[in-house]
C-alpha cells in the first residue's frame, strides 16, 4: 500500500513539473508568435482574442503534459523500474541464501550503468556460490574424518573395560587410542591454521635466514621414522643460500612435504632432499620413492580434505598439502608436484631470493 502511495505521489510530482514547464515555454512561445504575427499583419489584438488563445494555450498545455507525464512513466517503467526491480528480487533471493540466481541484461532502453551493476552482482552471486559449495564440503569433510579417529577411541576404549584384559593388549589397545586422539588434536591443528591462513589473520613476518639450515633442521626431526622404515636419505644442499621470508610459515612447508614423503615411502625406500639456486631462485626439490599419484589425481592434492592414495587415508587427513599450499601462495613463493604411479612423486619449490 505504501509502495502505491508512492509512486501516485511520484507520478502527481512528475505531472505537475511536465506541466509547469510546457506551460512556460508553450506560453512565451505562443506570445512570442501572436505579437510577431500581429504585427506583420497589421491586425490589433483584443482581450476576447486573448482570452481564446489562452484557453487554447492551456488546453493544449495540458494534453501536451499529460502526453509527456505518459511517455516517461512508460520510459521509467522499462528503463528503471524493471532493472531495479530484477536486481531487488534477485538480491533478496541471495540475502535468503540462494546464490545461484543470475540478473539477465538490462534492455537497450535501460542506462548501461544498470548493467555494470548487474554483471558485478552475478559476479558476486557466483563467487558466493562457489564459496558456499566449498563451506558445505568442508563442513562435511570435517565431520566424516573426525568420525574415523573418534569410533576408533570408542571402540578400544570399550575394549579396555574387559576385565580379563593382558597387560599386551591393554598397552596396544591404549596405544590405538594415542595415535586416535593425536590424529584428531593433528587434524583440529592444521583446520585452525588453515583458517587462520585463508582469514589473513596470520601476517607474514619476513626475515633473511639460510635456507639450507633450515631444511636440515626440518629433515631431522623425522630421523626417527627414517631409521624405523630403513629409508635411505640422499641430501644435496647448497650452502649459503639466503631467502627473505616468514620462517616459521616456511617451516610448515617443509614439514608436511617431509611428512609426506616419510609416510607414502615403503620400507627401503630412498627420500632425495635438494636445495640449489637458479635464475635468482632457490629452488627445493623433495622427492620420494613412494607410490606416486596419477596425473588426474595430480590436479587435486592441493584441495582441502583430497586425499589421492585412499589406501593410506587413515595416515592424514587431507589437509597437509592445503595447507602449504596457503603459506605458498602468502609468502610469494610456487610449488609444483610431478608424478609417476608406482615410482614415486617429486614436489618443487620456488623461492625468490635476497
Not at 531495479?84 to 535468503?96: H, L, N, Y
Not at 542506462?111 to 558476486?124: L, P, T, Y
Request: include cysteine; proline fraction near 1%; charge should be negative.
Amino acid at each position: 500500500m505504501k509502495s502505491k502511495h508512492l509512486k501516485l505521489l511520484r507520478a502527481i510530482n512528475n505531472y505537475f513539473v511536465f506541466f509547469l514547464l510546457v506551460a512556460f515555454v508553450v506560453t512565451c512561445c505562443t506570445m512570442l508568435f501572436v505579437n510577431i504575427l500581429s504585427r506583420s499583419l497589421g491586425v490589433e489584438l483584443t482581450s476576447e482574442n486573448l482570452a481564446t488563445s489562452a484557453k487554447v494555450t492551456f488546453l493544449n498545455v495540458i494534453l501536451v503534459s499529460v502526453l509527456l507525464t505518459v511517455i516517461d512513466a512508460l520510459r521509467r517503467k522499462w528503463a528503471i523500474d524493471r532493472p531495479v526491480k530484477r536486481i531487488s528480487e534477485a538480491t533478496d533471493k541471495m540475502i535468503k541464501g540462494d546464490f545461484n540466481v543470475r540478473i539477465e541484461p538490462a534492455s537497450a532502453f535501460a542506462d548501461d550503468r544498470f548493467n555494470e551493476i548487474i554483471e558485478c552482482i552475478n559476479k558476486m552471486a557466483e563467487e558466493l556460490s562457489s564459496v558456499e559449495t566449498l563451506r558445505t564440503d568442508f563442513i562435511a569433510n570435517v565431520s566424516h574424518e573426525m568420525k574415523t579417529p573418534l569410533a576408533i577411541m570408542k571402540s578400544y576404549a570399550k575394549l579396555l573395560e574387559a576385565k580379563d584384559l593382558s597387560e599386551e593388549k591393554r598397552i596396544e589397545y591404549a596405544q590405538a587410542i594415542s595415535d586416535a586422539s593425536a590424529r584428531l588434536s593433528n587434524m583440529m591443528t592444521n583446520i585452525l591454521k588453515l583458517s587462520r591462513l585463508e582469514n589473513q589473520q596470520i601476517y607474514p613476518n619476513a626475515k633473511t635466514y639460510d635456507l639450507g639450515e633450515q631444511l636440515c633442521e626440518c629433515l631431522l626431526q623425522y630421523e626417527s621414522i627414517w631409521e624405523k622404515k630403513k629409508i635411505e636419505i640422499s641430501t644435496e644442499i647448497e650452502e649459503n643460500v639466503k631467502v627473505c621470508v616468514d620462517n616459521e610459515l616456511l617451516e610448515l612447508v617443509w614439514s608436511n612435504l617431509f611428512s609426506n614423503a616419510f609416510k607414502f615411502t615403503d620400507e627401503g625406500g630412498e627420500v632425495t632432499v635438494s636445495l640449489n639456486t637458479e635464475n635468482g631462485l632457490a629452488i627445493v626439490k623433495i622427492k620420494d620413492t613412494g607410490c606416486g599419484i596419477s596425473p588426474e589425481e595430480g590436479a587435486h592434492i592441493f584441495e582441502k580434505f583430497y586425499q589421492a592414495d585412499t589406501s593410506h587415508a587413515t595416515q592424514g587427513n587431507g589437509l597437509g598439502l592445503a595447507l602449504v599450499k596457503r603459506v605458498v601462495d602468502i609468502v610469494g613463493a610456487d610449488i609444483s608436484v610431478s608424478s609417476v604411479l608406482g615410482e614415486g612423486t617429486e614436489f618443487v619449490v620456488r623461492i625468490k631470493m635476497q
